[in-house]
């Protein structure tokens, strides 16, 4: 049996690794960067320390093929983008910047790449937020993939939103991850203008 909840302080390594075994559009990013610590400490640990109250787990009473429990999948975001992206560069990167910008800790144009990343975050407004606010990651394991649950995610964390008072959310998604942009279409999102490499979706809320 599958069921979804809030995220808990003790969830946060299970997250990262989900983060991390499905950060290359949907495959295993595991040995990617110079650290696998890099991908979880953008993408999923700063939602689920600022907004514990927006993220949710996916969890399987069964465990996976070898019959680990744990949370099998994970939705994150915020209910304000702007806000949040401020936060991100005044407090939660310049924490943990040091772990991965020194000339020791930057092994590739991969790695240089996310850094560049993450140290513009924040200098600009975000190009979506003004018409939808809020943004999401989702990520699920393969194993927990196909069952209904990712759509059970999405539609958890935008009642949330709903109830707030948030009137829209969006995302970028990687554009070879076909399954994924498919995914969003059948959730209802409307595709919008995108830089390269990526497709940007947005939905508004009730």
Known sequence: MTRIRPVRPDDHEALAEICVRTGAAGADATGAHSSDGLLPDLFVLPYAARHPD??????????????????RG??????????????????????RRGRYATPAGVRDARDA???AYADARGTVPAPYAATYPAHL????????QGRGAGRALVERFCDALALGGVGGVHLVADAQNAGALAFYDRLGFTRLPSGS???AFGRALP
């Open 54 to 71: 927006f993220c949710f787990v996916l969890e399987d009473d069964a465990g996976d093929d070898a019959g680990v429990r744990g949370p």
């Open 74 to 95: 994970y939705v994150v975001g915020t209910p304000d983008t702007a806000a949040f992206e401020t936060w991100f560069a005044e407090q939660w990167w310049p924490a």
């Open 113 to 115: 790449e996310m850094i």
């Open 137 to 144: 990651h989702i990520d699920l394991l393969p194993d927990a």
């Open 197 to 199: 490499g990526e497709q």
